[in-house]
């Protein structure tokens, strides 16, 4: 069974101060990994896909990267409006819907 | 344009209800997908439909009905609900099958009294 997990549930930074969220995968097969962010009663925002190890995507002060078995969203000098959860998925089982890793809070103070 | 709109963005409904969920793009996406969300839950997927055919339906109950008219509109039709389907529901579209991204629409937020 496909599974996504992420890390860690919940983190607080200063503004400025800057970091990296997990996600962890096993699939069979990789078809991409999205990345997403969500605001509180909101739909999720679709932020970058990647499909390959070694492949990179930048979107302000995000980059995506992805290996093998893991991707990483790095956040440089965060500002309070990047607080947010933020989802990675993929392409599930012999489905074309998405599953869900279960987010990473992330708070930035100012 | 990436925009998936839905209406109504609220809705509160008693257990004897019939009411619609609309979900609409004008991408020219050809996958349309219904999800679930509980509070502090990632989205779980409820359905899938594909060149406007129901391809995927995650044993859900059968209380909850999905429609494709066209490939640019996606309902889902709720009847006799119970208080624990109250969360937010999620429409979303993609380019077709194979690993495209999805684009999710705003939510409708159901209350079911």
């Known amino acids: 069974e496909d599974q996504v997990t992420q890390s860690p549930e919940a983190l607080r930074l200063q503004e400025g101060e800057s970091s990296s969220l997990n996600c962890s995968y096993t699939?069979?097969?990789?078809?991409?990994l999205f990345w997403y962010r969500q605001d509180p009663g909101k739909g999720p925002e679709f932020l970058f896909t990647l499909y390959s190890a070694g492949e990179e995507k930048e979107k302000e002060r995000l980059k995506a990267t992805l290996t093998k078995k893991e991707s990483f969203l790095h956040i440089t000098a965060p500002k309070p409006e990047d607080s947010a959860t933020y989802l990675c998925a993929v392409p599930g089982g012999g489905a074309d819907g998405l599953t869900f890793g279960k987010g990473t809070h992330l708070i930035i103070q100012p | 344009d990436t925009e998936v709109t839905q209406t109504p963005k609220h809705l509160v409904m008693g257990m004897t209800n019939k009411k619609s969920l609309k979900c609409e793009q004008h991408m020219g996406h050809r996958a349309m997908y219904w999800y679930k969300q509980k509070a502090k839950k990632p989205p779980e997927l409820m359905f899938v439909?594909?060149?406007?055919?129901?391809?995927i339906n995650e044993s859900v109950p059968s209380r909850f009905s999905p429609e494709c008219p066209n490939s640019s509109l996606l309902n889902l039709h709720l009847h006799a609900l119970q208080p624990e389907d109250s969360a937010l529901y999620l429409c979303?579209?993609?380019?077709?099958?194979?690993?495209?991204?999805?684009?999710f629409g705003p939510g409708t937020r159901l209350t079911v009294t």
């Open positions: 699939v069979s097969g990789l078809r991409g």
């Open positions: 979303a579209s993609s380019r077709g099958e194979g690993g495209n991204e999805q684009y």
């Open positions: 439909y594909s060149y406007e055919k129901l391809s």
